[in-house]
């Protein structure tokens, strides 16, 4: 049985390659065989960590605790990552939980992800082995790693998986996501900040990393990390003390995914899908003219943007990262341009219009009939990207000019970041119609993120979001290198010229996607749809 898991995982990966044809298939095995080109750099620069004897095992010490932090949470802040693996699709069938939990753990370690730890693990237990004669200690280790890694994930997966399919659910999981998210920057802001000295950092980081891998020693990975030395050095009692702590932590995850999959099958899960009532939203469901329609959508999106966790999560991060990312970039001068990062996510949330609604984008299709009303339907969904991106670009601007005295460069910054802002959104609403992917839209799984044979579309739809953002901010951002090396007054002509630029690009974008989308509506339809399945 077990290998009929394997088989039927296997089948899924390869799916989409088989069932490509042409230049279509020559192009998927090229982009993967990129990927594995770049994992195997990373694997290659993780085995250099040999080189450094003294550090190599405290910075190895907190990859992999990074690593086992990063397979538990995903799923629970992301709402998932593999729907292949959900036990709610395998409760009708007769299996024992024993047979299943083992296909679940094959099928776990068949896939994209999972083969690039592999090769980033074994770029690990080649830094591990010093001398070389430890390599299959390390390996053995890294293959506990993984398997602990793929265990836990699970284990924590499936017993969030009933709380995460109800709204009160997902709200629970966007404040512990957030929450770790803000922890993680004000250690990392910690870490980087114990020096006064810049030039220290680097010395500040090293101290830093060792106090964390001297507490993580404990931990399930940093008893794998120590394991092969300690046995080179003849340390038998750390040794055996190292082994008992990782395979108790695999026991004890493992005996965990069994009682919760076991409860799983044989619990209905409730439903808290129940909400307070929107008591109404400005404007009327009949739309007349741009600024009409742009009314109606605008209050829709926001109201929706306030009431759904999945779609709240992403602002908050943006604001997270728009306020403290610059502080962990930048030390002194020049922190307030780091805000620009933050202004092209903020214009990433227009995009994807269209795919958000699923099979509902039909009712779109029968009203909005004319370009007048498409233009005002892409311009409320830009508007509602704007106007709290404006605010949440000012604000990260006056907070870093604040801190570091940086005032000098505020109409520069000013400028670039209001280009990328409303470059980003330009793009991004273009893409919408240009590019548009399917979303989850029964969000009931904690397993499915994205739909199934779609996850190339999406990578690429969310990096031309960013990249097109850069490409019409380019202007502005030539006048911010002027202000920087000729004359501070070039800065005044940026944040003149941000703007605009990024008013004309709005424009042109919501007349380009509005036709579009009237020309290509059923082929967009027909791709959006398939968010409905998942």
């Not at 080649?126 to 836990?152: D, E, K, N, R, Y």
């Not at 395979?247 to 076991?262: C, F, I, P, R, T």
């Not at 009303?373 to 404006?390: D, S, T």
């Not at 280009?419 to 330009?426: I, P, R």
Request: aromatic share 8%; proline share 5%; glycine share 10%.
């Amino acid at each position: 049985m077990v290998g009929v898991f394997a088989g039927l995982k296997w089948h899924l990966v390869t799916s989409r390659i088989r069932a490509a044809s042409g230049a279509k298939r020559a192009w998927t095995l090229v982009g993967l065989i990129v990927l594995l080109l770049v994992a195997l750099f990373i694997g290659t620069s993780l085995g250099t960590l040999r080189l450094l004897p003294i550090d190599g095992v405290p910075i190895v010490t907190s990859l992999l605790t990074l690593q086992l932090v990063g397979w538990v949470l995903t799923p629970l802040v992301a709402f998932g990552v593999d729907e292949t693996v959900d036990p709610q699709r395998f409760a009708l069938l007769p299996l024992r939980p024993r047979t299943l939990q083992s296909g679940l753990l094959v099928s776990s370690l068949i896939g994209y992800l999972p083969v690039a730890n592999m090769i980033a693990l074994l770029g690990i237990a080649v830094a591990l082995s010093v001398p070389w004669s430890l390599l299959p200690i390390a390996v053995v280790c890294m293959v506990v790693q993984m398997l602990l890694c793929v265990v836990l994930s699970r284990a924590a997966s499936t017993s969030m998986s009933a709380l995460m399919s109800s709204r009160r659910g997902r709200d629970l999981g966007m404040a512990v996501g957030l929450g770790i998210f803000v922890v993680y920057m004000l250690f990392v802001f910690l870490t980087n900040s114990s020096s006064s000295n810049p030039s220290a950092n680097g010395q500040a980081l090293r101290s830093g990393v060792m106090g964390v891998a001297g507490v993580l020693r404990w931990l399930p990975p940093g008893a794998l990390a120590a394991l092969p030395a300690q046995v080179g050095a003849g340390d038998w009692g750390a040794a055996a003390l190292s082994a008992v702590i990782a395979l108790a932590g695999l026991a004890l995850a493992w005996w965990w995914w069994s009682v919760a999959l076991e409860r799983s099958l044989t619990t209905v899960p409730s439903s808290t899908e129940g909400s307070a009532p929107s008591h109404g939203v400005e404007g009327t469901a009949v739309a007349v003219g741009v600024v009409g329609t742009m009314k109606v959508v605008a209050g829709r999106d926001r109201l929706l943007a306030w009431r759904d966790p999945m779609r709240r999560m992403p602002w908050l991060m943006v604001v997270l990262l728009t306020v403290a990312w610059p502080f962990l970039v930048v030390r002194g001068s020049g922190a307030v341009f780091a805000v620009a990062f933050g202004a092209l996510l903020c214009g990433a949330q227009a995009g994807n219009q269209y795919g958000v609604e699923g099979s509902g984008l039909w009712l779109h299709l029968q009203t909005i009939t004319d370009r007048i009303r498409a233009q005002g339907e892409v311009l409320g969904h830009a508007i509602v990207a704007l106007v709290p991106g404006i605010v949440i670009v000012l604000a990260g601007v006056a907070v870093q000019a604040t801190v570091h005295g940086d005032f000098q460069h505020v109409p520069a910054a000013v400028g670039g970041c209001l280009a990328a802002l409303f470059g980003a959104v330009s793009i991004s609403c273009y893409m919408s119609a240009r590019l548009p992917y399917a979303q989850p839209q029964s969000r009931k799984s904690m397993f499915a993120s994205s739909v199934p044979g779609q996850k190339g579309r999406t990578t690429a739809a969310s990096f031309a979001f960013l990249l097109g953002g850069l490409v019409v901010a380019l202007p502005t951002i030539v006048l911010v290198v002027l202000s920087l090396v000729v004359d501070p007054i070039w800065g005044w002509v940026a944040l003149v010229v941000g703007p605009l630029t990024g008013v004309v690009a709005l424009a042109v974008a919501v007349r380009l996607t509005a036709a579009r989308f009237l020309d290509n509506g059923p082929e967009i339809f027909a791709v959006v749809r398939a968010g409905d399945r998942v």
